[in-house]
Structures are given as structure tokens and as C-alpha cells.
């Protein structure tokens, strides 16, 4: 956010800024969701819901998942949240006590870990690298598993890495943290967004698992604060009574806008938005490996790329403050997202056009003399 208001500044200044640092698909939102909230303002109904969210849209999110990963979800168990990160907070407000730990990879998007705190739990950051692709795996969680270890969050496709747990590899930690009565918490908001083979969501294990996901990465939406969560059942109500205290509901608008989201027209178009991110991220990987960046584990999902940059500095940080200043490039650096060699590591995202990213690689070109 620093370096964006940066950016934002020599913008206002009359500056040409190339933007690889936000996570925010450059995408507007698609003609079938703006004009089902056209159509439902006009009619002037828009009003509170149920806190859990209006049922047709949980019932077309049940729908979606048996579509998408064959999986029967009761559509009690799923509640719309004002974003991803209401249902964070539902997931863990109801399911963390004060002191317990949640296991999580290093590097990871850094609200995770101000999510935890909020709840007076703790963080136990797990450093991860190409050797498990940047994601946990069972052995990992056996090690760091501790007296006071309560939940595994799970992020796949990851930020900032782009990387996507094997099917394997993810049931195998749903069976451990099940099997050691925990919670195992999947952060699914980058699904639809993979280069290779879909996704697997942690509900094709287990039904005792928290899935927190979005309509703001996926499907473009993400002015309209809302997600959706699903819970195991013996939750169901304490997460229904905690979202009535602090949201009432998620905004109406965004609802009856998401239940169009489902549409075959919409998902057509989101599907051909998500082969050019494939295709930009396939650019940006390319380039970059060019230029002399190291990419250790190629990314799979999401639209970022976690690139070593110890070849031309040691300080990620004010690499990423000097390309700004002189060339107009917008990175993000390794130091928002842990402390698992930050130094080394910049974060691009591909949520910019071809264009802006061939212009990027030119001005990126030039600030390391390539």
C-alpha cells in the first residue's frame, strides 16, 4: 500500500507508472453481473438480507461446487460474507481461543496473520521454499505441530508465490489436522484462476473443513465486498449468530449482482479472461527469467510471480522504491509477505494489460542494465 500510494503520487504528478504490484484483476466487472444490479436497483428493493446470506445465491453456490468439483454442499453450511475477509473473520471468531496457534507458510498474504492476532491467537509462520513448491505438506505440519496448535491455513493458489498445493498433498493435511481434531482452514479465493490442472478445494476430503472464498479474484468483482464461506456443520450456528452481531448482512446489491456472476454468459467470459492471465503470466515468467531473475518453483495459479532478485541487489525493498522513482515500474517487495528471505524476493503481478506489462519489461530492463 506505500509503495502504491507512491505510485499514486508521481501519477498525480503526470507520471507514466507501469502497476505490478496490486492484486486487483484489471478486468471490470462483467456486463451480466452489471446489469442484474442495474435491474434490481430499479426496483428500489434493496434491503437487508438473512445474515447468512440470501438462500438463493447459497443455493447457486452449492450448485457451483458440484459442478466444479462434484461435491455435494449442503447450502446451509455456506454463508456470504462481505469479502474474504468476513469470512475470515467468521472462521476464526469461532473457532480460536485466546493463545491457540495456527500454522501458516512463510511467505503468505500478511493480513492472514492480523486476522489471527485480532483474535488474541498466535502465528506459527512454517518457512517454505521450491522444495515443496511453497506449500505445506503433512510432514511440515508433523513438525511444527505443537502443544498449543489449533488450526492450518492453507492458501492455494497461493499469494505471492502463485504456487497450488498437490491434490495429494492438501487431503494428506486435512487427514492430519482432522485426525488431531483441529481446524483446517483452505483459503480457496484464487480458484479458476490456474494455468494447469484445476485447483482441489479441501471439501473434496473432508466436510470438516473451513473453505473461505471470493467473487473478487476469479470473478472480477472486488468493489463489491462480498465472499462466501463454508463451514462443517457442527458450526453452523455459532457462526450464524456471530455474523448477525457484526454485519447484519452482506450488502444486497452485491448479492443479487453475484447470483448473476453463475450465469453460462458470465462464466463464458470469465473463462476467457482466465486464459489471458494464463497467457500474461507465461510472458512475465519468461521475461523475467530473461532479465536474470531466479524463479525457484513455477507459478500455477493467481496472477503473481515471487522472483529472487539477489542477482542485482540485496535489498528488495529499495529495489523496488528505486525502480519506481526512475523508471516508473510498481513492484511489490518480498518484506510485506514474511520473513522468510524477503531481501531477496519481489512480487509481480500480471493484473495489468500486455501492453503495460511489455512496456514494464522494457523499463524493468533498463533499471537492471539487462
Avoid at 201 to 221: E, G, H, P, T
Avoid at 332 to 339: A, E, N, Y
Wanted: hydrophobic share 40%; proline share 5%; aromatic share 10%.
Amino acid at each position: 500500500m506505500e509503495l502504491l500510494q507512491k505510485a499514486r503520487k508521481l501519477e498525480s504528478q503526470g507520471r507514466d507508472i507501469v502497476h505490478m504490484e496490486i492484486g486487483e484483476p484489471d478486468f471490470a466487472t462483467p456486463d451480466p453481473v452489471i446489469r442484474a444490479s442495474v435491474e434490481i436497483l430499479q426496483q428500489g428493493q434493496i434491503k437487508y438480507t438473512p445474515a447468512a446470506g440470501m438462500p438463493e445465491l447459497r443455493e447457486k453456490i452449492a450448485q457451483y461446487y458440484q459442478r466444479q468439483y462434484a461435491v455435494d454442499v449442503d447450502p446451509q453450511r455456506i454463508f456470504i460474507t462481505p469479502g474474504a475477509s468476513g469470512a475470515f473473520l467468521l472462521t476464526l471468531g469461532v473457532s480460536l481461543n485466546p493463545g491457540d496457534e495456527v500454522l501458516m507458510t512463510d511467505p503468505c498474504y500478511p493480513c492472514n496473520s492480523n486476522f489471527i492476532s485480532f483474535f488474541d491467537a498466535v502465528t506459527r509462520m512454517i518457512p517454505v521454499d521450491a522444495g515443496t513448491d511453497f506449500q505445506l505438506n503433512a510432514q511440515l505440519l508433523e513438525q511444527h505441530w505443537g502443544k498449543r496448535t489449533r488450526g492450518v491455513l492453507i492458501t492455494s493458489p497461493a499469494n505471492p508465490t502463485g504456487s497450488v498445493i498437490a491434490a495429494k498433498d492438501l487431503q494428506q493435511c486435512v487427514e492430519l489436522v482432522n485426525g488431531r481434531e483441529g481446524c483446517l482452514y483452505s483459503d480457496e479465493i484464487y480458484h479458476g484462476l490456474v494455468h494447469g490442472s484445476a485447483a482441489a478445494s479441501a471439501l473434496q476430503f473432508s466436510d470438516r473443513v473451513f473453505v473461505i472464498n471470493s467473487f473478487s479474484k476469479y470473478f472480477a468483482m472486488t468493489g463489491w465486498r462480498i465472499g462466501w464461506l463454508i463451514v462443517p456443520e457442527a458450526y453452523c450456528d455459532a457462526v450464524q449468530r456471530l455474523a448477525q452481531n457484526i454485519f447484519i448482512s452482506t450488502p444486497s446489491l452485491s448479492q443479487h449482482a453475484a447470483l448473476a456472476a453463475f450465469s453460462e454468459e458470465n462464466l463464458e467470459e470469465l473463462e476467457n479472461r482466465a486464459a489471458e492471465f494464463a497467457r500474461r503470466g507465461e510472458f512475465l515468467y519468461q521475461e523475467l527469467r530473461r532479465l536474470g531473475f531466479a524463479i525457484a518453483s513455477r507459478p500455477e495459479g493467481a496472477f503473481y510471480i515471487y522472483a529472487d532478485c539477489s542477482k542485482f541487489t540485496a535489498d528488495s525493498y529499495q529495489f523496488a522504491l528505486d525502480l519506481l522513482q526512475q523508471e516508473g515500474g510498481a513492484v511489490t517487495p518480498g518484506k510485506d509477505f514474511g520473513s522468510n528471505a524477503p531481501h531477496r524476493h519481489i512480487r509481480f503481478a500480471y493484473t495489468t494489460a500486455m501492453h503495460r506489462l511489455e512496456e514494464g519489461i522494457r523499463r524493468l530492463e533498463r533499471f537492471v542494465g539487462a
